[in-house]
C-alpha cells in the first residue's frame, strides 16, 4: 500500500480515511499511536492514510479537491479535514446547549385563587411555555393534595394524590402518551398497594381490590366504556376467585354465580 496522506493527528488521518470510503476508496491508518509516545518530540507525519497503489491518483484528487475548498478565513483558505471536524464539533456543541436551554429555562409559576378566598389553590410552574409541575389544593384547606410531574413535552407522566386529605400522598397514577394508565393506592397506609386500577387508552378498564390489615382477599371488577361489567372475588382469600358478579347497564348486580358466600366488602 501507498502513503495518501500524511496527519499530525489520528483524527486528521480518520476524517481523511473516512472522506475517502465515501468515495468508495478503502484504505487503513498507520501510525495512529505513535503520537502518544514519542515524548517531548513534535508529533508530525507520523499518522499516514494508505491504500493501494491503483487508488493513489484518485485518492489524491479527492484530497486535493477538498483542502481546496475555503473554510471562510479568506478567499482561496485550504480547508484541512481538522478544521472541518473542529467546526463541526463547535456547532455541535452550540447546537445541544441551545437545547438544554430550550427545555431547562428558569422556571416561573403562576397561582390561581379559584374560590376567590384571598389563597391559591393552584399553582404551576412552567419552564418556558411547558408546565413543569403543578399543585392543586382541591378541598381548599391552603394544603397541596395533588401533585401533577409533566415530561419535557408537557404531557403528565405521573400525578400524586392525597384523597382523604390528610396530608399523605397514598395514591399514585402513572400517564403513558399523556393519559392516565395505572393507579396504585395504599388506603391504609401500611407501605402494602390495597387498591390498583388499569386505564386502556385514558379510560377505566381494570380494578382490582386487595384486603387490608392482612386480608388476603380480593376482588377485580372488569369495566366497558367506564361501566362495570362483571366482578371476580376470591372469599376465603385462597387466590381463586370463586363468585363472579355481573352487571346491568345501571351498574347494579343483575347475576351471580358461585359458592354461597359473604357478599364482597
Same mark, same amino acid.
Given at each position: 500500500m501507498k502513503s495518501v496522506y500524511e496527519a499530525s493527528t489520528? #483524527?486528521?488521518?480518520?476524517? &481523511? =480515511? /473516512? #472522506? #475517502?470510503?465515501?468515495? %468508495? &476508496?478503502?484504505?487503513?491508518?498507520? %501510525?495512529?499511536? =505513535?503520537?502518544? %509516545?514519542?515524548?517531548?518530540?513534535?508529533? &508530525? /507525519? #507520523?499518522?499516514?492514510?494508505m491504500v493501494d497503489e491503483t487508488d493513489y491518483e484518485p485518492a489524491r484528487r479527492i484530497i486535493r479537491e477538498w483542502e481546496a475548498i475555503p473554510a471562510g478565513g479568506g478567499e482561496g483558505a %485550504?480547508?484541512?479535514?481538522?478544521?472541518?471536524?473542529a467546526g463541526f464539533l463547535f456547532g455541535l456543541v452550540i447546537g445541544a446547549g441551545l437545547v438544554f436551554w430550550a427545555y431547562d429555562t428558569p422556571a416561573t409559576r403562576r397561582a390561581v385563587d379559584r374560590n376567590g378566598d384571598g389563597r391559591p389553590e393552584v399553582r404551576r410552574d412552567y419552564r418556558g411555555n411547558r408546565p413543569g409541575r403543578t399543585e392543586e389544593d382541591r378541598n381548599a384547606d391552603g394544603r397541596a393534595d395533588s401533585v401533577h410531574h409533566y415530561d419535557r413535552s408537557g404531557l403528565p407522566v405521573a400525578v400524586d394524590r392525597d384523597d382523604d386529605f390528610d396530608g399523605v400522598y397514598e395514591t399514585h397514577v402513572s400517564y403513558r402518551d399523556g393519559l392516565p394508565s395505572d393507579l396504585a393506592s395504599d388506603l391504609d397506609q401500611d407501605g402494602i398497594v390495597d387498591y390498583r386500577a388499569r386505564f386502556r387508552y385514558g379510560i377505566l378498564d381494570e380494578v382490582t381490590i386487595l384486603g387490608q390489615h392482612g386480608d388476603t382477599r380480593r376482588k377485580r371488577q372488569h369495566f366497558r366504556m367506564g361501566k362495570p361489567v362483571f366482578?371476580? !372475588?376470591?372469599?376465603?382469600?385462597?387466590?381463586? +376467585?370463586? &363468585?363472579? !358478579?355481573?352487571?346491568?347497564? +345501571?351498574?347494579?348486580?343483575?347475576?351471580?354465580?358461585?359458592i354461597a358466600a359473604e357478599s364482597p366488602r
Open positions: 489520528a #483524527l486528521d488521518a480518520h476524517m &481523511i =480515511l /473516512n #472522506l #475517502l470510503e465515501q468515495e %468508495g &476508496i478503502r484504505g487503513r491508518v498507520d %501510525g495512529e499511536y =505513535l503520537p502518544g %509516545g514519542v515524548g517531548e518530540l513534535q508529533a &508530525i /507525519n #507520523l499518522v499516514r492514510v %485550504g480547508r484541512t479535514p481538522f478544521g472541518a471536524m366482578a371476580e !372475588y376470591d372469599s376465603d382469600g385462597d387466590g381463586r +376467585f370463586d &363468585i363472579r !358478579y355481573e352487571y346491568d347497564g +345501571f351498574g347494579q348486580v343483575n347475576r351471580r354465580s358461585g
